[in-house]
Structures are given as C-alpha cells and as structure tokens.
C-alpha cells in the first residue's frame, strides 16, 4: 500500500476517534502511539482536507441577525450571540460561547491580557485544556482583589487560561486600587511592576468582563466606598472595563478614583488589536452600550435577549 494512502487512513482513523468515538487528542495519541501535537495536526490536516466536514445548524437563527445587526451599528470586528433558551444560565452560555470562540482563533505566538469578571470566570471553566500553545503569553491587566473573590480575580483567570494553553502567565503583584495617585505612581515606577507596564503594548488580544455600577465588584470587596460609588453616579457612570468607569456615551468618567486604579490605560486598551468584551443580563446594558460606544472593546460576546435589549435601548439613546 503506498505512504499516500497510508496517510490518508490514518487520516481518517484519527477523525473517527476524535469526532465520533469522542476520545480526546491525549487518548488518541497514547492509542496510536503518537505524540498529541502531531494528533492535533492531523485533525487540522482532514479539516482542511476536506475529511473532516463541521455542519452547524442553529435552530435559532435570529441570533445570526443580531450579530449582524451589532456589528453594523457599532461597528465591531465581530459579535457571538449565545442561544440561551429553555432557562439556561445566561453567564454559563456566554462563558462557553466565549471559550469556543477563543479556542478557535488563539494561536502561536498570541499574547494574551486579562481582567477579571464573573462572566469570565465562565469563560475559563469552559476551556478545554489541550496545552497545543506553549509559546503563548498571558499578560494580568489589572490588579488584584485579594482571595475574597479569588475565582474571578484577573490573577486568578491569567494562570488559568496558560495552562489551558501550555503558555506562560505573568501577574500584576499590585491591589486594584490603592489610596492615592502618587501611591499609584510609585509602584508603578517599581521595576517589576514597570516591566509588566512596558509589555502591554505588545498584547494582541484582550479578554474584559463589563462590570456595572449597581454590581461592582469593587465594591463588594471594600476597593469603592459609598462616597465613590456617588461621586460616579453623579457623573452618569454605568458601568467599567477593567475599572475604567464610563458613562453610556462612553466617556471616562475622570473622578477620584480614576487615578488610583493599578491597570491597563483606557488608551492602551483601545489600542490593543482584537478586545474581546463579555457579558449579559438586564443591569449590564447600559454598561454594554457604553463599553461599545466607548470603543473600549470591538467584539461582543453576549447572549440573545441581552443582545435584544442592547439594540432596542441604544436606538432610544442614539
């Protein structure tokens, strides 16, 4: 039998066991006696062969026109709309949507920034470690909250997401907002904290979560005092990306908080490549029209009725 068609066999068999006998690349690769990259190349091999053929049917097919219809009236790189029917957890279909979406386009050499959120943290349950990126690089975007609320804690998510990818992390050893702005400068100018500062710019993709005001979690861990949160309101905040406040027309909300806050610039953010923006539900919406606005992300992932309600909510605001 010649190599070609030893190889197209092979081919095949690989697929067989990954796509219907639904045994991982690592099972596969100890069965056949090969390492789990060469089975991952494989697969890619009879995808792009024409083996392996991937149909998706949506039996909702109106969330294909609300991404068309966020993408156009935002103008996003790209918007994912997760089908949440039948009393399914909103944040859950969000963070799978948003893990499959990442899965899909991470690749060697990415680098990687992260905040933090609930809606994230979904995010990163949802990944399916396969380790097929040793050479990326996560990059902590944002200080810390300390181990209250360690599951969404940006240092927390950062490691979490290399090792689902083989890569490196890098944290950013700093609480999320300190005392004061010179307190800020100061640690900023610590070497360490100054070399994780200086690599911002070569991150390539972003993943944020969009808090709101109403449910900061700033404030639930003590970093927003009542006196702050008002202060904010006042301003007509609605909502942050990686704690910069904002209001729906998305202009930075410059109050005495902002220049305490350890993190990525709203500047750097928005000159970051691809930021991927995550999250749903009836109190995010204004903080989602104004993070869009704002231009602090330039694709969504959310889920159907929140997509609805973004829609109708920002043509009356418009």
Known sequence: MSAAKNGLRLLVRVSEMYYQEKLTQQQIASALGLSR?????L???AEEGG???IRIINPLGETSALEEELCRRFNLKETVVAPC??????KRAI?????????????????LGVSWGTTLQEMVN????????????????LGGVGQAEVD?????????????FGGRWYPLPAPVVVSSSQVRDALLAEKRLAEIFDNFHRINTALVGIGCLTDSILKKTGYLSDEEGKELASFGAVGDVCSCFFDIEGRVCRTSLHDRVVGISPQ????????????????????????????????LVTDELTAERVLERSSKSA
């Open 37 to 41: 990259p060469k089975i991952s190349r």
């Open 43 to 45: 697969l890619k091999a």
């Open 51 to 53: 083996i392996v053929q």
């Open 85 to 90: 029917g039948g009393g399914r957890d909103f």
């Open 95 to 111: 963070g799978e949507a948003a893990a499959a979406y990442l899965e899909r386009n991470v690749c060697a050499g990415n680098i």
């Open 126 to 141: 949802s990944l399916h470690p396969d380790g097929r990126c040793p050479d990326l690089t996560v990059f902590q975007m």
């Open 152 to 164: 969404c804690h940006a240092n927390e998510l950062a490691r979490r997401i290399a090792e689902a």
């Open 268 to 299: 750097a953010l928005r000159n970051i490549d691809t930021v991927i923006g995550m999250a749903g539900g009836a109190d995010k919406i204004e903080a989602i029209i104004g993070a869009l606005r704002g231009g602090f992300i330039n694709i």
